[in-house]
């Protein structure tokens, strides 16, 4: 797969996918030191896997926004073209692209999430923070995937926006804002808020999840479908708008 | 071989590209010529099928481009130097280009020799000059050794050394049998380079023929008289049904131009014959910038006026002075 080694070679070439990389990491670790790390007696016993894992969706947002500008850039710097050039195909060179992208931000939500919860069980030794349940290895296990179904959306909305600024304003606006919004819209806002894609991904991960500290309802308690089948929903989304994405490319001029 | 048939490109009402066919010729340099937004560029991306075309089509050698298979080994090109990304090394660049098209490490390493970056290799190609940029461009276009080559305005803002390098890289990779295809504003530029000439103006094709062809078509020569009995020799010429024609021009004077190929022998034996006293008998070869203008004045999508003024100032390079008499004459 020729595709996937001139997109590895791209991504390490430069500088800023490993700053991303090891920002969204460190993200995610070092919320779980701050949400762990000054809890005393009884707080400390209630402390949760769900609590060492506040950041993940901060690392999640750092790894889409690393996603994005692999191809922003790209048309930023014209490198796109002499992509195309060099491979014609253009689905199947952004398919290597969103491949070697994804691949990455799975791998980066699983050091994020375990290591989150690493230093959770370090901090917060009195409480009963062994994964024991599958909603447990879900959450945690889970981020990977999550990670990954969202650099993919964070690459179509790139190869649609083709500008930096653009495709991260949306990418940050749509889970953090829009999708909270649509709940004000009086009768359907509630269903909006339910069948969101972003909404469904953490449903995925919260479903089924000891709240402890944080309290019920932390993670939600609103949900449209279950755990798998939310998984599904927010992939099949992610794939839909790549697939707009992948005709949109391959017919506009590069 | 590149073979474009009716091949048009419009944005909304824009037309940039109407109904082109020309053909390139494989082991020669084929220079594109046009002037700035005459659709070089627009045409250059629909060759190498990054821009769709409205209708019409470019193959070659009977593909088009999008269907080639590892492409780099058929066709390089040099569009923009500085489609490279600023914090990539020079090596890294061609890395992933050699990668794309399975070509070995090994041809990454011969076209840094080539260009003479092999020092730099490993700089980031946001600091290199135009120029080194542009050798870059070229490391990439030849990493695949492809046959044919397309180039886009390769000597523009590059410095002398910069211009003889490219033009001599030209000449060298014509030499090896490739087919060359250079676009280009600057006539003169390819007066040197090219052997053949596409000559577009507003999209449409203007001329195609060899570089000796256009020129010899486009400008006949002129002879130049200068004569104290102006008015009079310009009627002995008319009687001998030449076309004449008087102009002023600046420190010297009314001059009388003589039009049509003729040699500056039948003139000075006219003159003689008739008793004329000439101060200056010269032969006006035209250049390819005259003959550009002429055939693609009406083709510039913005006129200035004062470029029309500055077209007839233009001395021709080669102008052969046979002055008779010295010119403090008057």
Redesign the interface.
């Known amino acids: 797969m020729s595709v996937i080694a001139v997109e590895r070679i791209k991504l390490f070439s430069t500088r800023s996918p490993w700053w991303c990389m090891i920002i969204a990491a460190v993200l995610t670790v070092g919320f779980a030191a701050l949400t762990t790390g000054f809890l005393k007696g009884a707080d400390e016993q209630q402390a949760t896997i769900f609590i060492t894992q506040p950041g993940a969706q901060l690392s999640q947002m750092v790894m889409m926004v690393m996603a994005a500008l692999a191809v922003t850039t790209e048309y930023r710097f014209g490198t796109i073209r002499t992509s195309f050039q060099a491979v014609p195909q253009r689905a199947a060179l952004l398919l290597g692209k969103t491949a070697v992208v994804a691949f990455l931000a799975g791998v980066i939500g699983l050091i994020a999430s375990f290591g989150a919860w690493g230093i959770g069980s370090l901090f917060a030794s009195n409480a009963d923070l062994a994964i024991d349940t599958g909603a447990e290895w879900r959450l945690l296990a889970g981020q990977g995937l999550i990670f990954s179904i969202s650099a993919v959306f964070a690459v179509a909305v790139g190869i649609l926006i083709r500008q930096s600024a653009g495709a991260i304003a949306i990418l940050i606006l749509w889970p953090l804002l829009v999708e909270n919004l649509v709940n004000l819209i009086p009768k359907v806002g509630d269903d909006l808020a339910r069948w969101a894609p972003f909404a469904n991904g953490s449903s995925f991960l919260n479903q089924g999840q000891d709240f402890g500290l944080a309290g019920p309802g932390a993670g939600g308690s609103d949900f449209a479908l279950s755990p798998w089948w939310a998984l599904l929903y927010f992939a099949g989304w992610a794939a839909a708008l790549m697939t707009i994405a992948l005709v949109s490319a391959s017919k506009r001029d590069a | 071989m590149i073979e474009a048939k009716g091949l048009t490109k419009r944005y909304g009402a824009t037309v940039a590209v109407d109904n082109l066919s020309f053909e390139v010729k494989p082991g020669r340099v084929t220079g594109f010529l046009g002037p700035n937004g005459a659709g070089k560029s627009t045409t250059m991306?629909m060759i190498?099928?990054?821009?769709?075309p409205t209708s019409g089509e470019v193959t070659i050698d009977g593909q088009r481009?999008?269907?080639?298979h590892r492409?780099?080994t058929k066709v390089g090109?040099l569009?923009?130097a500085?489609?490279?990304?600023?914090?990539?090394?020079a090596r890294?660049?061609l890395?992933?280009?050699a990668?794309?098209?399975?070509l070995p490490k090994s041809s990454v390493d011969k076209a840094l020799d080539m260009v003479g970056l092999t020092s730099v290799a490993n700089k980031r190609a946001g600091a290199f000059s135009l120029g080194m940029s542009q050798r870059l461009g070229i490391a990439?276009a030849l990493l695949g050794d492809p046959e044919v080559l397309l180039f886009d305005e390769p000597v523009n803002g590059l410095d002398p050394e910069g211009i003889v390098w490219i033009r001599t890289f030209m000449h060298r990779l014509a030499d090896e049998g490739r087919t060359v295809l250079v676009s280009s504003h600057l006539l003169s530029e390819m007066a040197l380079t090219a052997e053949d000439l596409v000559v577009i103006g507003r999209g449409k094709l203007i001329a195609q023929s060899t570089t000796q062809e256009f020129v010899d078509r486009a400008s006949g020569t002129t002879v130049k008289v200068r004569t104290p009995q102006l008015d009079q020799f310009a009627g002995v010429l008319n009687q001998q049904h030449l076309t004449t024609r008087i102009e002023d021009v600046e420190d010297q004077g009314k001059v009388l131009f003589v039009e049509g190929d003729l040699t500056t022998d039948q003139i000075g034996e006219a003159a003689a014959a008739h008793g004329i006293v000439l101060h200056e008998l010269t032969l006006q070869r035209g250049s390819l910038e005259q003959a550009f203008m002429q055939m693609t004045g009406d083709s510039v999508e913005y006129h200035a006026h004062e470029e029309i003024a500055a077209v007839t100032s233009l001395d021709a390079p080669d102008a052969a002075e046979v002055a008779a008499g010295p010119k403090e004459d008057n």
Do not use: C, E, F
Not at chain 2, 48 to 52: F, I, N, Y
Not at chain 2, 65 to 68: A, E, G, I
Not at chain 2, 82 to 89: A, C, E, I, L, Q
């Open positions: 991306r190498l099928g990054l821009d769709t481009y999008r269907d080639l492409p780099l090109a569009l923009d500085k489609w490279v990304h600023p914090n990539r090394s890294s660049h890395m992933w280009m990668a794309s098209n399975k990439g």
